[in-house]
T-cell receptor, first 109, second 114 residues
Framework: GQNIDQPTEMTATEGAIVQINCTYQ??????LFWYQQHAGEAPTFLSY????GLEEKGRFSSFLSRSKGYSYLLLKELQMKDSASYLC??????????FGAGTTVTVRA | IAGITQAPTSQILAAGRRMTLRCTQD?????MYWYRQDLGLGLRLIHY???????GKGEVPDGYSVSRANTDDFPLTLASAVPSQTSVYFC?????????????FGPGTRLTVL
């Protein structure tokens, strides 16, 4: 099975940087995904890592260390619209995703 | 339509009743999934299908059944609903296999079982 941990809540100021950590213990690994979910809406894809290192996509970056079972999502130049839940998900060898409980980020003016 | 649609958007259901949640995608994805999302527990996989004609059990399959008669449709049935099945249900789809295949999610169905 999969055990995926991420903080429940984080608060940051508009324009700041926030880092959301995700640790995982899995029986198989075939990539790690980050999704964004606004309240009352469906999750939407943000990033994907399968090799160690940093993937940058505009204001969002995601890092993976497979040996440590660790990933983080970095949100830079925070905007009010970034207030949402961020979901860490690990894909197993059968291409099924297991999700963490999500981190709710609140951006304050 | 473009993407994934789900119906109904929301439903209030009496315990013991049968209910089918509908999911349709037009992206020709071969894999489809059903999740439930509960506060503090995140998304949990109920059932999945890697291709038409095949299905598999996820993390929380009890009380639910699915069928995959064709590529586009993946209905989820609650044979006899119980209050613990009150949740938000998301359908998703993806290309099966390969290294970079994100899942696309439908808008969700909010189900309340009384």
């Amino acid at each position: 099975g999969q055990n995926i941990d991420q903080p429940t809540e984080m608060t940051a100021t508009e324009g700041a940087i926030v880092q959301i950590n995700c640790t995982y213990q899995t029986s198989g690994f075939n990539g790690l995904f980050w999704y964004q979910q606004h309240a009352g809406e469906a999750p939407t894809f943000l990033s994907y890592n399968v090799l160690d290192g940093l993937e940058e996509k505009g204001r969002f970056s995601s890092f993976l260390s497979r040996s440590k079972g660790y990933s983080y999502l970095l949100l830079k130049e925070l905007q009010m619209k970034d207030s949402a839940s961020y979901l860490c998900a690990v894909r197993d060898g059968d291409y099924k995703l297991s999700f963490g409980a999500g981190t709710t980020v609140t951006v304050r003016a | 339509i473009a993407g994934i649609t789900q119906a109904p958007t929301s439903q209030i259901l009496a315990a013991g009743r049968r209910m089918t949640l509908r999911c349709t995608q037009d992206m020709r994805h071969n894999a489809m999934y059903w999740y439930r999302q509960d506060l503090g527990l995140g998304l949990r996989l109920i059932h999945y299908s890697n291709t038409a004609g095949t299905t598999g059990k996820g993390e929380v399959p009890d009380g639910y059944s699915v069928s995959r008669a064709n590529t586009d449709d993946f209905p989820l049935t609650l044979a006899s609903a119980v209050p613990s099945q009150t949740s938000v249900y998301f359908c998703a789809s993806s290309i099966a296999g390969g290294s970079y295949n994100e899942q696309f999610f439908g808008p969700g169905t909010r189900l309340t079982v009384l």
